[in-house]
């Protein structure tokens, strides 16, 4: 089934070994995943990494010595942990996970990346700034800017809740 297994050369003390330890690595892991993906036909065994950061190391690692692999299985101790794809692993700078980050790049900055996994990768071409106005037209409030609508959480000024200018 698998076309390429790697193994950590990292092993000892410092390995994940117990049964909590798996667990909460493989749910740190699921950082680096693609959610829903189906199984592909190459493993990466993470068995021997000390933890989230050495795994990550290790999948960046991956991904630069196998150029011509997309999605790789991630394995902790026999159990898979989900499906990483090169793209679910790169900072917006174009790097892996791997990587010291370049400088002046939002990673360097201490930003955080796609790589774990709090924005989406790219750049979206289907979001747009919401301005929001105060609903007096002689008014010198400030705008409010959101990137998503909650009916919820409209702003307001002094004048009352502010309106969706289009």
Wanted: aromatic residues 6%; proline residues 5%.
């Amino acid at each position: 089934m698998a076309t390429s297994v790697a193994r950590d050369g990292q092993g000892g003390s410092n390995s994940v070994s117990g049964d909590e330890d798996v667990e909460g690595l493989i749910e740190e892991l699921q950082l680096l995943t693609v959610p829903g993906a189906a199984p592909v036909g190459h493993d990466l065994d993470l068995s021997g990494v000390s933890g989230f950061e050495s795994a990550q190391f290790r999948l960046g690692e991956h991904f630069r010595t196998h150029p011509q692999i997309e999605r790789v299985n991630l394995i902790v101790r026999g159990r898979n942990a989900g499906v990483a794809s090169r793209e679910s692993t790169t900072w917006d700078a174009g790097q892996f996970a791997g990587d010291a980050p370049a400088a002046g790049s939002p990673a360097a900055a201490g930003s955080a990346g796609s790589g774990e996994g709090l924005q989406l990768p790219g750049y979206s071409t289907r979001y747009r700034l919401l301005e929001f106005t105060c609903a007096q037209p002689t008014s010198e409030c400030d705008s409010e800017y959101r990137v998503h609508y909650d009916e919820r959480d409209i702003p307001a000024c002094g004048h009352g809740r502010m309106e969706l200018r289009r």
